[in-house]
């Protein structure tokens, strides 16, 4: 029975990395910094119901900024990510194999992370499973996977799936039921280059979806779906 079932079974190291921390991690620290002073001024005890409350609005609201859409790397996220970048070298140096794909969020944040852990890693990959929790907040929007893969600093990466992503849903988004309909829905105002589907798409806006815990359970799942589909061990 093992020997039948090893002939089906792949095993793999998978390293799990989170990214550094982001422009938006620091204003909301500074806004539950603020909110709390507001309520020592006021006399109150920073560990009441009424405090935890003002302080966890005060940084609520610091994520409704417009300006903080997909939210960059801070400069200690950046470190963060230099160090993570130690560590992978450390653990493959004593022996751990190297990792042959990278599999990556499509926000900013991860993708700068990436980036830094593996400056020269010839097999990135990005894939919408693993994004953020949707919030509608504007840190967790990302930006249109044509700008993203013009970047000099991602061309290297693969934005294929995501691409067709964009494609679906910008075709669900507007109920369109052919691609010809897609087609026109989207040559109007752009320069009418063959990628001008995603000019049109540029802010994706459709993005703002919000997502419960049951649902970023589910997607999360697909994780074993994009190794099944990887030819990928490590």
Not at 122 to 149: F, K
Not at 191 to 196: Q, S, T
């Amino acid at each position: 029975l093992d020997a039948a079932l090893s002939s089906y079974c792949r095993k793999y190291t998978i390293y799990l990395i989170r990214h550094g921390e982001a422009c938006h991690n620091v204003r909301e620290e500074a806004a539950k910094k603020e909110a709390l002073a507001t309520c020592l001024a006021q006399g109150l005890d920073p560990d009441s119901p009424q405090a935890q409350r003002l302080m966890e609005d005060a940084r609520e609201k610091v994520l409704e900024d417009p300006s903080l859409f997909d939210a960059a790397l801070s400069d200690q996220g950046i470190e963060q990510a230099e160090a993570a970048r130690a560590v992978v070298q450390e653990w493959t140096l004593s022996g751990l194999p190297e990792p042959t794909e990278v599999l990556v969020s499509p926000l900013q944040r991860t993708l700068l992370t990436a980036n830094i852990v593996f400056p020269e890693h010839p097999n990135i990959r990005v894939r919408e499973e693993l994004r953020e929790r949707l919030t509608g907040r504007p840190a967790d929007n990302r930006t249109s996977a044509l700008i993203l893969s013009r970047r000099p600093t991602f061309s290297r990466y693969s934005f294929a799936r995501l691409r067709l992503n964009s494609f679906v849903a910008f075709r669900k988004a507007k109920k369109l039921e052919t691609i010809s309909e897609v087609d026109s829905a989207t040559k109007a105002g752009t320069d009418r280059r063959p990628c001008h589907i995603h000019h049109a798409m540029s802010n994706e806006s459709y993005f703002s979806a919000t997502e419960d815990e049951d649902k970023v359970r589910q997607r999360a799942t697909k994780l074993f779906d994009l190794l099944a589909e990887s030819k990928h061990e490590t």
